[in-house]
C-alpha cells in the first residue's frame, strides 16, 4: 500500500480535545512520542505555527517515512526519530530538545500497522504471526505461540488480554502447534471458545495480549511516563490516548500519583517517602470521542484521553535530584541540537 494511501485513511483519533488539551501555542516545543500516520503531529505543528517545533518518534520505520511526507510543509521544523519511546530521555538530550511544552502518547495500533501491513496485527488479513511493530526487534508473535508452555500461554493471555477463556485457548494452541499465520490463530480461539460471535471477534483479546507481549507495550509505557515529567517545562502538558483498560490503568495511577505530595502507604501516620507533587490533574474525568466521532471512525470507540499538566516551578526542577542527574548526563553527553533547532531558543521555567 502506497504512503499516500496510507496517509489518506489515517484518522488522528480525537484531534480537537488534544490539540486543546496539549493548549498548543505559536513558537511553543512539542514531542509526539507515536507519529503513526502522523495526523496529530500535523494539527501541533498547524497551531504552534509560527515558530513551532516538534520531536516525532516512533518505532515503526514506515511510520516515520509516513510521516516525514505528510509533514513536508513543516520540515525546517520537525525532526523524525525512528525509535522507541521507551528511550525518550536519552533521545531529548542526545538531540538536545528539552524543556519542552508538551508530549503526546497516542498509544494503540495506527493503520499503518493494521491495513495490510503483512506483519499479523490483524486478523482481517492473512499473514505470518510477527506482530513487532519495530524489525529490529527479536522476539516473534509466533516465537511465543509456538515455544511457551501451556501454563505460560495461559498467563500472558489472560494478563495481557484479560481474556476470561485463556486456558481452554492455551490448551488448544499448544494441541494445534505449529502456527504460523494470523488466520489459523484466530480460527483456533475461534474454537477453543466455541461461542458465537459478540461485538468483537473472539480472537481480539488473544491479539492484543501477543502484541503487548511481543512489543513490551506496558513496561515501556511506565517508563517513558516517568521520563517525560523531567521533559516538560512549568505548565507543560503531559498527554495520553489509550485504548485498553490495562493501558489505561497504568496512565491514570502514574498521574495520579505525580499529583500527590505523599505516596506514603495508608495506615503511615508521618509521612516518610518525601515525594513532591509534579503534575496537576486537568481533566479528572477522562475524556472520550463523541457518538459523532466513533460514527466516522469506529476504531476511535475504545479511545480515552487523560491529560496533566507540570507543577514543578525552576527552583522544584533543579532541586529534584532526579532532575539533577538527568541534567548532568545532559551536559555531559556532548550531543547538540542540530542547526536547524538552535534557532529556537525557549525559555519557559518560570518561577
Not at 517517602?273 to 474525568?285: D, Q, S
Request: proline share 4%.
Amino acid at each position: 500500500m502506497s504512503s499516500n494511501m496510507l496517509t489518506s485513511n489515517h484518522v488522528p483519533v480525537l484531534l480537537q480535545e488534544t490539540m486543546r488539551a496539549l493548549a498548543v501555542q505559536p513558537g511553543g516545543r512539542y514531542i509526539d512520542c507515536t507519529l503513526g500516520g502522523g495526523g496529530h503531529a500535523l494539527a501541533v505543528l498547524e497551531h504552534s505555527s509560527p515558530g513551532g517545533q516538534l520531536l516525532g518518534i516512533d518505532a515503526d520505520p514506515r511510520g516515520i517515512e509516513i510521516a516525514r511526507a505528510k509533514l513536508e510543509a513543516y520540515s525546517s521544523s520537525i525532526l523524525l526519530v525512528n525509535e522507541n519511546f521507551t528511550n525518550l530521555q536519552a533521545i531529548c538530550i542526545k538531540y538536545d530538545f528539552f524543556p519542552v511544552h508538551g508530549i503526546l502518547f497516542d498509544l494503540g495500533l495506527s493503520s499503518i500497522q493494521l491495513n495490510g501491513s503483512g506483519r499479523g496485527f490483524s486478523f482481517q488479513h492473512d499473514a505470518p504471526l510477527d506482530m513487532r511493530i519495530s524489525p529490529s526487534q527479536q522476539t516473534t508473535a509466533a516465537d511465543i505461540i509456538n515455544t511457551s508452555s501451556e501454563a505460560e500461554l495461559a498467563h500472558l493471555i489472560r494478563t495481557y488480554g484479560e481474556e476470561g477463556y485463556s486456558r481452554q485457548i492455551a490448551r488448544r494452541i499448544v494441541k494445534e502447534r505449529p502456527i504460523r499465520s494470523t488466520l489459523h490463530l484466530a480460527q483456533i480461539v475461534e474454537r477453543a471458545i466455541s461461542r458465537k460471535r459478540g461485538r468483537i471477534h473472539p480472537a481480539t483479546k488473544t491479539f492484543q495480549a501477543l502484541r503487548i507481549a511481543v512489543n513490551q507495550e506496558l513496561e515501556n509505557l511506565e517508563s517513558a511516563l516517568k521520563q517525560a515529567v523531567s521533559l516538560l517545562g512549568f505548565e507543560g502538558r503531559l498527554v495520553v490516548i489509550s485504548y485498553h483498560s490495562l493501558e489505561d490503568r497504568i496512565v491514570k495511577q502514574f498521574m495520579q500519583r505525580e499529583s500527590r505530595d505523599c505516596i506514603c502507604p495508608s495506615g503511615i501516620p508521618v509521612c516518610v517517602c518525601g515525594h513532591k507533587a509534579r503534575l496537576r490533574l486537568i481533566n479528572k474525568r477522562v475524556i472520550v470521542p463523541s457518538a459523532s466521532e466513533i460514527k466516522l471512525n469506529p476504531r476511535s470507540r475504545s479511545a480515552k484521553l487523560r491529560v496533566a499538566e507540570c507543577i514543578t516551578t525552576r527552583d522544584d526542577y533543579y532541586g529534584n535530584t532526579e532532575v539533577q542527574n538527568f541534567l548532568a548526563v545532559a551536559e555531559t553527553g556532548a550531543w547538540r541540537r542540530p542547526a536547524l533547532l538552535k534557532k529556537l531558543e525557549l525559555v519557559f521555567l518560570a518561577a
